[in-house]
C-alpha cells in the first residue's frame, strides 16, 4: 500500500466534472486519481492512503453514502481516516446531515468554487487534523457491535464526581426515558421512518453519553447513520445490539440499586 500524503482521490461519475475538480487541484499542487465509481473507490483506497477523497454523493448503483460507509468500514479494519468531503448538488435541508451521517467530514456545493475547495483543503489537510483523525479511527473503531465487554457498562466512579449525591436517580431517570425511547426506535424501524429514527438515536446517543453509558452511545451513532443511508439492514442489526447493552445496563444499574437500599436499612457493625 503506498503513501498518498499529497493525493486527493475524485470519486465522480460525470466526465466534465472529473476535469474540473482535476485541475483545480492540480492547480493548488496536489496529485490526483479519479475514479467514476463507488465500486472503485473502494478499491483504491484498499490499496493507497489519500490525504483526502472528495465524494460525489449521486452516482447509480452505488452512491456516495454508501460508498462512504463502505470506506469507513475498511478504515475501521485496519485503523486508518481518510477526511471525505461530499461534493453535491443537494440542497434540501438535512443533505449536510445526512452528509455527516453516513461518515463524510465535510460537504461543498456544485459547482465546485476554487476558493471554497482551497479553505476546505486548508482545513482537512492540516497535519494535526490528520493526525487527530487517524487516533480516533483507531481508539473507536469497531466493525463488530455484538463484542461483549467484560468492563462496567457505566463508569460510576466518574459518574459520582459529576451527580453526588443524585446520581441514583439520574441513573433511573435515564433506564426511565430509554426505555420509552426504544420503544419508538423499534416503531420507527419497523415503520421504515428514517427521519423519526436519525432524531431518536441522536438523541439516545446525547443522553447515553450523559451517564457515561459509552457502549451504547457508539451503537446509537451506528444507528443515527444507518437512519441517514435508510439501510434497514443495518438499523435492524444496530438494534439488536443497543437491546442487549439496554438489558446489560438496566441489569447493572438494578444491582446498584439494591447495593445502596442494603446500606440504608442494615444495621452498622458495632
Same mark, same amino acid.
Given at each position: 500500500m503506498s503513501d498518498g500524503s499529497k493525493k486527493v482521490l475524485v470519486v465522480e461519475d460525470n466526465v466534465v466534472n472529473q476535469k474540473v475538480a482535476t485541475l483545480l487541484l492540480q492547480q493548488l499542487g496536489l496529485s490526483v486519481d479519479v475514479v467514476d465509481s463507488g465500486r472503485k473507490a473502494v478499491q483504491a483506497v484498499e490499496k493507497e492512503l489519500y490525504a483526502m477523497i472528495l465524494m460525489d454523493c449521486q452516482m447509480?448503483?452505488? $452512491?456516495? !453514502?454508501? +460508498?462512504? *460507509?463502505?470506506?469507513?468500514?475498511?478504515? &475501521?479494519?485496519?485503523?486508518?481516516y481518510t477526511p471525505i468531503v461530499a461534493v453535491t448538488a443537494l440542497s434540501m435541508v438535512g443533505d449536510k446531515e445526512r452528509c455527516i451521517a453516513a461518515g463524510m467530514d465535510d460537504y461543498i456545493s456544485k459547482p465546485i468554487d476554487r476558493q471554497m475547495l482551497k479553505i476546505k483543503l486548508n482545513h482537512w489537510l492540516q497535519k494535526d487534523i490528520v493526525m487527530k483523525?487517524?487516533?480516533?479511527?483507531?481508539?473507536?473503531?469497531?466493525? $463488530?457491535? !455484538?463484542? +461483549?465487554? *467484560?468492563?462496567?457498562?457505566?463508569?460510576? &466512579?466518574?459518574?459520582r464526581d459529576y451527580y453526588g449525591d443524585n446520581l441514583q436517580d439520574v441513573l433511573n431517570t435515564f433506564v426511565e426515558d430509554t426505555e420509552v425511547l426504544i420503544a419508538e426506535i423499534n416503531h420507527?424501524?419497523?415503520?421504515?421512518?428514517?427521519?423519526?429514527?436519525?432524531h431518536l438515536a441522536h438523541e439516545l446517543k446525547g443522553s447515553s453519553a450523559s451517564v457515561g453509558a459509552k457502549g451504547t452511545a457508539k451503537i446509537c451513532l451506528f444507528l443515527e447513520r444507518a437512519a441517514?443511508?435508510?439501510?434497514?439492514?443495518?438499523?435492524?442489526?444496530?438494534?439488536?445490539?443497543?437491546?442487549?447493552?439496554?438489558?446489560r445496563i438496566k441489569d447493572f444499574i438494578r444491582l446498584q440499586n439494591s447495593a445502596s437500599h442494603a446500606e440504608v436499612i442494615l444495621p452498622r457493625r458495632e
Open positions: 447509480p448503483e452505488m $452512491d456516495g !453514502f454508501q +460508498t462512504t *460507509v463502505a470506506i469507513r468500514k475498511l478504515e &475501521a479494519l485496519r485503523g486508518s483523525n487517524q487516533e480516533l479511527a483507531r481508539k473507536y473503531a469497531q466493525p $463488530d457491535l !455484538f463484542v +461483549t465487554s *467484560v468492563d462496567e457498562p457505566i463508569d460510576l &466512579a466518574e459518574l420507527a424501524i419497523l415503520h421504515c421512518d428514517n427521519d423519526h429514527l436519525a441517514g443511508l435508510k439501510d434497514w439492514h443495518d438499523a435492524t442489526e444496530s438494534f439488536t445490539a443497543l437491546s442487549m447493552a439496554f438489558a
